[in-house]
């Protein structure tokens, strides 16, 4: 009865059009009224839900984000991408992939990574003989990169929910998942991501022969030479510094996560307003304004999960899940399949970080029973949570990009086969090969990451 009461009215408010964090909430509510526990139950679990002092990093790594993404950073990122490969076939598109990729480390978001080298990118890829649908494609793919960077406040919200999470592997006690670990466990999977929506914007380009202009013309431009790529690259560099300062303040024990985010909110701060001098009042005030919101949304998010913890704990959803799991298959790589069927359709559905909230205390007990680690996981996650991005009816990112391009949401999807195609091959790469989500974070700390 509880159970129904639950998921049935979190349904229901999200079928009306009442947001995800509010209907979430509704529903612990009415779970709480019905099983008769008191209601400031659901209130010390919301409270107790955001007062972490890791929780500081997600406000200050959305500030530098938008700092970065108001202060003219992507301009600088796609001149770089432009003179290293855009002389290739398709090579507009390839720039693109490879600055969206490189502009993901800077704001952590995919929203903000389209937003901010779609406005630039798009429009051009338009003017200069690209499709529409092609242009949103590949802005919209390469963009999820930012969700597997060090800024990613996602990843954040990650090892919150992971935490109190135990199990066994290779015989060692693992009880939630480290930060540190997390922000570094993502750059190798970011180079498959890179790599496969390459391979598919190539592969489309050469199909079509893009570039086509108007006059018929399909010349490639020509390489500028190495001295010209040398120069944008080091127009790029103090942008793309912030990643560095963030993974050896980490690595070298100088800071915290959380204060590694304020390092790089001042850093940001300093590059845009006295180094490249285009962060002005109105710019400032937008970030901090856009700042401020979404970090309303995410922690009322991290508020309300944790009064579902509580419900999935009390009602013993988890272990409900895992029988009918265990009871398909006992096979673990056809189970972790299963899992990542189940995340992309979710994710289709549910926004990232409710996603993240949500599945993690379902699916994590599951993967370490299948020898998966926290660590490992979480980048399986964050790459399932990232393709609903992208997909309807949700597909936040995949509508930016779309009225960026002006174009339906409908003829993308028709033509996005190939990029679906590609960040699922990343997904099964790096829930098959845990090396590559591990190995990194190992060497860093000196001792095995799961």
Known sequence: MELAILSGSFLLLLVLG???SFALGLSCVAAYFVEGLPIATAMQSMISGMNAFSFLAVPFFIFSGE???HGGIADRILRFAQAAVGHFRGGLGMANV????LFGGVSGS???DTSAMGGVVIPLMKREGYSAAYAVNVTTHASLAGALMPTSTNMIIYAFAAQGITGVLNGHQVSGVSIGDLLFSGLLPVLWVMGFVLAAAYWQAVRHGYPRRPDGSTELPKFPGWYAVARSFAGAVPGLMVIAIILVCVAKGIATATEAAAIAVVYSLVLT??????LNRAKLWRALSHAARTTGVVLLLIAVSNMLRFQMSYLEIPDAIEHVLKQSTAAPWLMLLYINVLQVFLGTFVDMAAHILITTPLFLPIAMACGVGPV???IMLL???SLGLVHPPIGSVQFVGCAIGNVSIGETTKVAWPYYLAIFSAINIVTYLPFFSTWLPSLI???PVY
Do not use: D, E, K, W
Request: glycine share 8%.
């Open 110 to 112: 995919p929203t903000a």
């Open 98 to 101: 490879v600055a969206c990729t």
């Open 383 to 385: 790459l399932n949570c």
């Open 376 to 378: 490992q996981f979480g």
């Open 273 to 278: 307003t006295v180094v490249y001098r285009t």
């Open 445 to 447: 700390s000196g001792h």
């Open 67 to 69: 700092l970065m993404l």
């Open 18 to 20: 009442v947001p995800v």
